[in-house]
């Protein structure tokens, strides 16, 4: 991902008053306001239908891009699915997609990690959450009707998904940081030898619900050790959280990032070795 990978709500509303109709008209209408500006609503349907979504917003839920088999819950949808979901809602590979949710961005960023795996390039989390749209702008029920599309599937430029065996590696490499997004009582039940703990959520400002300052992100990523010069190997339970600190560090330009899909999930059916402690 890009370094402006993390957008305000007006740099969205910008881009959807673009044609000139404004917010406003667009909340009556349902309609987006560009053609290739997707805004995608990750919230459940109940929500999206009943409390209202950004004019033109296409609802894609959390529960409709994860893994459905037992073996792999949350993991990635397979391209098939992904590509059906994403022609439903009328996206082409050359959208420009902004993703929200209500939930600070992690499954949003779900969202767009997913994407990204699958060679979507122009990528956007809005900053601040479904709260930083309605604090200042307009909402609608309207339902948008997009015209359905063949969403075609991609590889990314440069794919930072590792294996088990790429993880093992890290955790004997003085260069590479094992970073850990789960809270602190799970960590401390069990994590990969060697991890620091980084609670996603400390990345967050929970007044405005959207990141914290540059420079208050680089405090606390430097104080966990996660330095621009190391390899920064993400993991949580179903790669959820990672999404989201993945996104973070993708936009303070943090260019050697790895994504552990399978995480300890993975990890533990595997038999991983795990340490216990803070």
């Keep these: 991902m890009h370094d402006s990978v993390v957008v ?16 406003a008209d667009d909340a009556a209408t349902g309609d987006a306001g560009t053609d290739d500006v997707t805004v995608v609503d ?14 033109g917003a296409v609802n894609v839920p959390f529960e409709t891009f994860r893994s459905g088999d037992a073996d792999d819950a949350g993991m990635l949808p397979g ?48 900053d601040g959450d479904f709260s930083a749209w309605t604090r ?7 339902t948008p009707t997009p015209e359905p599309t063949t969403y075609e599937v991609g590889e990314p430029t440069d794919s930072p998904l590792v294996d088990r065996a790429a993880v093992e590696a890290a955790i004997d490499d003085a260069d590479a ?17 060697g991890a620091v703990n980084l609670d996603w959520r400390e990345l967050v400002d929970d007044e405005t ?9 680089r405090a606390i990523l430097d104080d966990h050790g996660v330095t621009p010069d190391r390899r920064v190997v993400l993991y949580c339970n179903t790669a959820r959280r990672i999404s989201h600190t993945y996104v973070v560090l ?16 993975e990890w533990t059916a595997a038999d991983g070795e795990l340490e216990t402690g803070p």
């Design 8 to 23: 305000s709500a007006d740099w969205l509303a910008e881009r959807l008053d673009a044609t000139g109709t404004g917010a």
């Design 42 to 55: 990750v919230r459940d349907a109940w929500e999206y239908d009943g409390i209202g979504h950004v004019p």
């Design 79 to 126: 391209a098939e699915q992904w590509a059906d979901l994403l022609g439903e809602t009328g996206v082409t590979s050359d959208d420009t997609l902004v993703a929200y949710d209500d939930t600070h961005g992690v499954f949003a960023a779900r969202f767009l990690v997913t994407a990204e795996l699958y060679g979507h390039d122009d990528l956007r989390l809005l």
């Design 136 to 142: 200042e702008r307009a909402t609608t029920t309207a």
């Design 177 to 193: 940081v094992l970073v850990d997004t789960r809270d602190a009582e799970e960590y401390t039940a069990g994590h990969l030898p």
């Design 209 to 217: 619900r959207g990141l914290k300052s540059r420079d208050g992100l």
């Design 250 to 265: 993708s936009a303070l330009g943090y260019d050697d990032l790895a994504f552990y899909e399978g995480s300890l999930t």
